[in-house]
């Protein structure tokens, strides 16, 4: 379900927040969730980087990360 346009970026950076320190804390995530999360950090990094707010990311990296959760399910 979408959030509502008034509360749309204060719901989101909660989620995102939690999103994040999952990641940090090396939670485990389903194949599903692993491909979500790396198509919604890639989107917002490419949006960083269209609009000049960063220069470059490092794709292997984050798909890095991203694989170190999802093998912690598949084990």
């Known amino acids: 379900m ?7 970026f204060r ?3 909660e989620d995102i927040s939690d999103c ?3 990641l940090g804390e090396g939670n485990s995530l389903s194949k599903e969730e692993a491909v979500s999360a790396e198509r919604m950090f890639n989107s917002v990094l490419e949006f960083f ?6 220069e470059n990311y490092d794709k ?6 991203i694989e170190d959760c999802k093998e912690k399910e598949e084990k």
């Open 2 to 8: 979408s959030n509502m346009s008034y509360c749309r």
């Open 11 to 13: 719901n989101t950076e």
């Open 20 to 22: 994040i320190e999952a």
């Open 49 to 54: 980087q269209d609009n000049r707010i960063i």
């Open 60 to 65: 292997e990296q984050l798909q890095k990360v």
